[in-house]
């Protein structure tokens, strides 16, 4: 996750998150179920996958409840990692999906979501219920100890681990002046970046890493992209734990991982281990970060096809750190690779908070259309897997004004 995001995915409770309409669902008579399950992998660890999936509507009003959005256990650690006031975050909000309703006859292909740094697996839960109503299985893994809380059906709480460096950038006791240098590293450092050409480029992405705050999080995003390759290898290997679940009825041979900041370059790694020897992995997209970790090492070559869309810029008082074109490199030397430059939009509005329109009068999110850009982006993203997973024609347009660079 970028700066921005580490210092404000926190603000999500703070006002209430009105209910979204999806307008282009594909499965008639459908509504959102939600599941959570514990998934143990083969190495030890335990997962805990948040489940949207496209299912029957309920057969009475009152017999399934609705999910709800902020848990308890998760209201007390986003208070504890931003400073906020527990009175400020509600966790009586509800999301569009319904637990205890049955996933409709049929299968439906897979999408993985990977969430951001010190964020939550539900942060695009808007996008997750688009994905469900469009007709696909959604998992959204939480980490144990990387992600803000994971909270196991047996009620086992696994908190973040608060020895990680870039969470003392966080919160009331935050040093800003400290944190403005760290903006002022990656606005030098990324506009360096830009300028190399392809060769240069790919040996100045370790430099990159070691001198801006992802160095911080070099290592998460290993540790959870095998996490996410452990993950697939086991659906596809049909255990007893998929069996149980709704994720038996996922098509394992149409498979997209994408995610947001830190997410998107874990989606990435993981796609291209898994694609190393048989194409497991159809389709990635990676939101709004650099790919600071390169999938083979001094090569720009990707194996999966996969989208980079780009917003314009992390802004902190006076520094402003650009993400355009940062990806360009990857784009230009793979045919089905592409990055789209958003120049207006901003890095949360990748997520849930772009419908949090008064985050906007803190200059937490861009100048761009908020909400309409949501639902532009929800779609997009239907579009794209629709073309790359099941061959559908790709009809969704770009947002007005943005730059494309390679092929979609």
Aim: aromatic share 8%; charged share 20%.
């Amino acid at each position: 996750m970028h700066l921005t995001s580490l210092l404000c995915v926190c603000l999500t409770g703070m006002f209430t998150i009105m209910p979204f309409e999806v307008k282009s669902a594909e499965l008639d008579n459908t509504v959102v179920g939600r599941d959570s399950i514990d998934y143990l992998l083969l190495d030890g660890e335990r997962l805990q996958l948040e489940l949207w999936y496209p299912a029957l509507p309920p057969e009475s009003q009152s017999e399934p409840h609705k999910d709800y959005a902020f848990s308890a256990d998760l209201k007390q650690a986003l208070v504890e990692v931003s400073g906020m006031p527990s009175m400020t975050i509600s966790t009586k909000e509800t999301s569009n999906g319904f637990r205890g309703v049955s996933v409709k006859p049929g299968t439906f292909p897979l999408v993985i979501f990977s969430h951001g740094s010190a964020s939550f697996s539900r942060q695009n839960s808007r996008q997750l219920e688009a994905l469900a109503l469009a007709g696909y299985i959604v998992v959204a893994p939480s980490h144990p100890g990387e992600s803000l809380t994971t909270e196991y059906a047996d009620g086992t709480i696994q908190g973040i681990y608060r020895s990680q460096p870039a969470l003392a950038l966080m919160g009331s006791t935050a040093d800003k002046k400290q944190l403005a240098q760290e903006i002022e590293k990656i606005a030098h450092q990324s506009d360096q970046l830009r300028q190399q050409n392809a060769d240069d480029y790919i040996q100045a992405l370790p430099n990159f890493v070691a001198q801006t705050l992802f160095r911080h999080s070099a290592e998460s995003a290993t540790r959870r992209s095998q996490h996410l390759v452990q993950l697939v290898n086991q659906l596809k290997a049909n255990d007893n734990q998929v069996k149980q679940s709704v994720l038996a009825q996922a098509d394992l041979s149409r498979i997209a991982l994408y995610g947001h900041s830190l997410g998107g370059v874990i989606s990435v790694l993981a796609a291209e281990m898994l694609n190393k020897e048989q194409k497991t992995i159809q389709a990635v997209i990676n939101l709004d970060t650099v790919q600071f970790i390169p999938p083979k090492e001094n090569s720009l070559e990707l194996s999966t096809p996969t989208c980079f869309i780009m917003g314009g810029a992390t802004k902190m008082a006076k520094t402003i750190a650009s993400n355009l074109n940062l990806n360009r490199h990857w784009a230009e030397a793979n045919e089905a690779v592409c990055e789209i430059n958003i120049a207006k939009a901003a890095h949360n509005n990748f997520t849930d908070l772009t419908y949090v329109t008064p985050l906007k009068w803190f200059g937490l999110l861009g100048p761009i259309k908020n909400k309409a850009f949501g639902d532009w982006l929800n779609g997009f993203i239907i579009a794209y897997f629709n073309h790359k997973l099941s061959d559908k024609t790709y009809d969704y347009p770009i947002w007005p004004g943005a730059e494309l660079t390679g092929a979609i």
